[in-house]
Structure formats: structure tokens, C-alpha cells
């Protein structure tokens, strides 16, 4: 069946250095994929989302890649900030308009 | 002030009751949505609701039921038929057919089961 993998589950990076999570698909026929973030006890809110029809989005220190032939997307967090600590989810949208989500990462910050 | 309630937040049941979770927008979104969040699964689609008066079947509707009476409301009913009711549940609510992209989430109900 359709679904998305997120990977690593836990991702600990020191202040300051660059963090990435990726995200393969199985549905070819995806043509959206936001990015939310949750922190502890709070709801998930979109960071970023890019559609099928570009490569790359960039806002401020965040940044989303796809590769449509390959079926990955990925999340680049540069100058990482304690801030930054939460739970990263991945989705993809599939042909009926809903959306099916990756696992989750775990993002830790180091001091 | 604009957003997406859900009540309430922490819910106690024990074995062979139902209970109903309530969620209210005033976004003014045509679509809302039920997830279930359990550790290390990401979001799962119980119900979704694109206009008033229908509704679909996501994922796990196994043991949930819904209406869609209001356009402002999406109250989603936890029966004694779900084998496993103890989670974490998410309601949101977007633009239909997910023309916006975007989702907005509530804070979340805890139903625990004792």
C-alpha cells in the first residue's frame, strides 16, 4: 500500500550545525508534500511545503529538496537553534486529496 | 480569536463506554479531519469530512464514528468497538480537497481507557 518513511527517528545535532530528515514515497502520483513541526504538548504547524512541479524551497534556515524520479524529499535546517528542538513529520499527498504521514523525527539540539 | 478548539483536552474512559470528542473551527474550512497519534506512527486518518452533511473513511475507522452536521463542527465518537482506544487524537481542518495546502490542528485530546 501507499506510505512514507521518514528517516533517522532521532536526529541529535550540535547549535549551530545543519540537520536533515528524509523522506521517500511510494505514490507516484504525490504531488504535494508539507513539512510540520510539533513541539512538546503543542499541536503540529507547517514549517514548509513544496509541490511536484519544483526542486527546491528555501525559507530563511529552512529548506525543502524533492526528487521526483527517486520519490524522496528532504528537510534542511541550517544554524541550528535550541529552538529548533521538536518533532518533525513529512506527509505526502496522495491521489484522493488526503495526506499520509512519515513516523516522525525527533530533533534534539545539544548546547 | 481564530483557530481550532478541541475539548477536552485530557478524557478518562473505562472499558465499554463511548465517548465523544469535540472539535470547532472558525476558519471558515470546508474539510476537517480526525487523527490518531501513537508514538513512533505519525498521524493516521480516522475520518475526514470535505462539506457538510458527508464524510469519508480514512485509514483506521474501525470502532469511530462521525458527524458533520455544522460546518463548524466534527465531533468524533470513540465506541466501545475500538479495540484500542487509549491515544492521543488531533483534530484539523484545511480547504476542501486540500486546494490550501495547509493545515491547521487543534491541541489535541488524551483519551486514556482504564
Not at chain 2, 45 to 64: M, R
Request: glycine letters at 8%; proline letters at 4%.
Amino acid at each position: 500500500g501507499e506510505n512514507v518513511e521518514q528517516h533517522p527517528s532521532t536526529l541529535s545535532v550540535q547549535e549551530g550545525d545543519s540537520a536533515v530528515i528524509k523522506c521517500t514515497y511510494s505514490d507516484s502520483a504525490s504531488n504535494y508534500f508539507p513539512w510540520y513541526k510539533q513541539e512538546l504538548g503543542k499541536r503540529p504547524q507547517l514549517i514548509i511545503d513544496i509541490r511536484s512541479n519544483v526542486g527546491e524551497k528555501k525559507d530563511q534556515r529552512i529548506a525543502v529538496t524533492l526528487n521526483k524520479t527517486a520519490k524522496h524529499f528532504s528537510l534542511h535546517i541550517t544554524e541550528t537553534q535550541p529552538e529548533d528542538s521538536a518533532v518533525y513529520f513529512c506527509a505526502a499527498r496522495r491521489s484522493n486529496y488526503q495526506l499520509i504521514w512519515g513516523a516522525g523525527t525527533k530533533l534534539i539540539i545539544k548546547p | 480569536d481564530g483557530g481550532i478548539t478541541q475539548s477536552p483536552k485530557y478524557l478518562f474512559r473505562k472499558e465499554g463506554q463511548n465517548v465523544t470528542l469535540s472539535c470547532e473551527q472558525n476558519l471558515n474550512h470546508d474539510a476537517m479531519y480526525w487523527y490518531r497519534q501513537d508514538p513512533g506512527q505519525g498521524l493516521r486518518l480516522i475520518y475526514y469530512s470535505q462539506i457538510v452533511n458527508d464524510f469519508q473513511k480514512g485509514d483506521i475507522a474501525e470502532g469511530y464514528s462521525v458527524s458533520r452536521e455544522k460546518k463548524e463542527s466534527f465531533p468524533l465518537t470513540v465506541t466501545s468497538a475500538q479495540k484500542n482506544p487509549t491515544a492521543f487524537y488531533l483534530c484539523a481542518s484545511g480547504g476542501a480537497w486540500g486546494d490550501t495546502g495547509e493545515l491547521f490542528f487543534g491541541e489535541g485530546s488524551r483519551l486514556t481507557v482504564l
